[in-house]
């Protein structure tokens, strides 16, 4: 009998996922002369050669997302490149229309998504550290919010409203730590101030947000900052944009300086929304129990492998949160 997916180690995974890539490639007209994996994460992303140069080509192993939502994300991607000053890979379309291409896979026992894009140059910035990026950053931010509002508002429907903690996921978290109850009254009582956060941005305006600007989704090349990854974008109020921001930028010595530059960065190019401090830093917090929850529906071996340890790490976080009202990933010493 096969062995299932979630199963398989990680060179079996990838092994699998390249044949996918494969069997999309022609769908998007391309003939690659090789191709390499760039990233087995939630998804993955490998790199197409082919004889008009690289291109990437991402196989949405874990995404929750539609169909219907994959051709609207990357719809918004096409008109961000088009449009503004913003550098984005740029869709590549299938035949038949749309940028998305469905791949049967009989390991997977269901349809693939697939996406491509022009290759972006340079190299992940995976940490956002410097002033300079930090401030570019949030110009970057709020120049994706001012074209999302004005960006065929008719269409933000085909965008899912990111609600909630766990923006409409399966709640697989609640269950994981049932059996540990220290964690899981840490995990109830972040989600219940989380949920009333939300609860109370539930009248704001909303537009498509990428959702998840982070240096792993960034990079910076000569001077400048390119954005990629909007497999998580949806209708949100920008201020949860930032909030997803901080999470990430809460990790080092200096756990002020780089949030401050983003948001003054922001604010040069569009006011700054007005949200209470106690609902900012749950929303920041929120990010946490997103995270956890993934990585426990993940069936990535090495997401899977380390549910347990990010689990720990998740309470701990927690608790400081709950005790000092304010969230960060870098915890005191002792």
């Avoid at 990233?39 to 080509?57: S, W």
């Avoid at 920008?238 to 002020?256: K, M, N, S, V």
């Avoid at 749950?282 to 689990?311: H, W």
Wanted: net charge negative; charged share 25%.
């Amino acid at each position: 009998m096969p062995t299932a997916y979630q199963d398989l180690d990680e060179p079996s995974q990838v092994e699998l996922l390249r044949g996918v890539a494969d069997r999309a490639a022609p769908r998007f007209g391309l003939a690659p002369t090789e191709v390499r994996l760039v990233l087995h994460g939630f998804n993955t992303t490998f790199r197409l050669d082919t004889p008009g140069g690289p291109v990437a080509m991402r196989v949405n192993t874990n995404s929750l997302s539609s169909a219907g939502t994959v051709q609207a994300q990357q719809a918004w991607q096409h008109a961000i490149r088009r449009d503004t000053d913003v550098l984005v890979p740029d869709p590549l379309p299938v035949d038949g229309g749309g940028y998305l291409a469905l791949v049967r896979s009989a390991e997977l026992g269901r349809e693939v998504m697939v996406t491509a894009s022009t290759w972006l140059d340079g190299e992940d910035l995976g940490t956002v550290s410097t002033p300079e990026q930090c401030r570019a950053l949030g110009e970057l931010m709020a120049t994706l919010h001012e074209h999302a509002a004005s960006w065929e508002p008719e269409g933000h429907h085909r965008f899912p409203r990111l609600t909630g903690t766990l923006f409409g996921d399966p709640d697989v978290l609640t269950a994981a730590v049932a059996q540990d109850r220290e964690l899981a009254a840490l995990v109830s009582a972040a989600g219940q101030r989380c949920e009333a956060a939300f609860e109370r941005l539930a009248d704001e305006p909303v537009v498509p947000l990428h959702a998840d600007l982070h240096g792993g989704n960034l990079k910076w090349h000569d001077g400048r900052l390119a954005v990629f990854d909007f497999d998580d974008s949806g209708l949100g109020p920008p201020a949860l944009d930032l909030a997803i921001c901080a999470f990430y930028l809460r990790g080092g010595d200096d756990d002020h300086g780089p949030e401050s530059a983003v948001r003054a960065g922001y604010a040069a190019r569009r006011p700054l929304p007005d949200l209470a401090t106690e609902d900012a830093e749950a929303l920041v917090a929120a990010r946490q129990l997103l995270l956890a929850n993934s990585i426990l529906a993940s069936t990535t071996a090495g997401q899977r492998a380390d549910a347990a340890a990010y689990l720990r790490i998740t309470g701990d976080r927690l608790r400081h949160w709950l005790d000092t009202g304010r969230f960060t990933r870098t915890l005191p010493r002792g």
